[in-house]
């Protein structure tokens, strides 16, 4: 899956997500926000600018959110993503609000929905996690001018091939058949048993 494709799952089979700003202190504040548009670069939202929310998005231009989807936990996909935002025109907030006609019930007069203002999230990164696959499907994901940065297990030069890294691994997604072995990082949990059952320390925890 591309980027665009993820932002589309997360506002039309999402939609409600728990997303994180801070306060004055630095201290963490989550609230329930829907993502009401998308495309290829950038998220949408809006909020009220009588809220808290709202100065603290003016202060911090800063969120992280997570989504999930699914019945039970073997079927669920999380979606995880933080960026650097900004506010919006009101060319954007009219098209959110033709997007979601719900939000005509909650604001129903043309003065109610003056204090509304649309937000993008338009530089960032994220991480689609699927457990409903077998093995599981992590995909990391960057947009706007963010580089991505990818924290994972790897294994060096010094693999002597004893295949240990696999026997302890839950989603048996190293590939022993080479030296030195290779974790498909597309289905690795990063639970770290590789690295502890690794003889010659030859597994690594690396950001690239």
Not at 79 to 84: E, F, L
Not at 96 to 111: D, G, R
Not at 127 to 145: A, N, Q, Y
């Amino acid at each position: 899956m591309n980027t665009a494709q993820i932002f589309k799952f997360l506002q039309e089979q999402i939609h409600t997500v728990v997303m994180a700003t801070t306060d004055d202190a630095g201290n963490p504040v989550t609230c329930a926000i829907d993502i009401m548009d998308s495309d290829d670069k950038a998220l949408y939202f809006l909020t009220a600018k009588g809220k808290n929310f709202y100065k603290r998005l003016k202060n911090r231009s800063y969120v992280l959110l997570t989504g999930i989807k699914g019945q039970s936990t073997m079927q669920r996909i999380a979606v995880s993503v933080q960026g650097k935002i900004r506010e919006c025109d009101h060319n954007i907030l009219l098209r959110l609000l033709e997007k979601n006609p719900y939000m005509f019930e909650i604001y129903p007069t043309e003065q109610s929905r003056e204090g509304l203002s649309a937000f993008m999230i338009y530089s960032g990164n994220g991480e689609w996690f699927d457990l409903s696959k077998k093995p599981i499907e992590r995909i990391d994901f960057t947009f706007g001018i963010t580089r991505q940065l990818r924290d994972g297990y790897f294994i060096s030069e010094k693999c002597n091939g004893c295949g240990n890294c696999l026997t302890v691994c839950p989603q048996n997604c190293i590939d022993t058949s080479c030296r030195p072995a290779v974790i498909k990082q597309k289905h690795c949990l990063h639970c770290g048993n590789c690295k502890t059952a690794c003889p010659v320390q030859a597994v690594e925890m690396r950001t690239i």
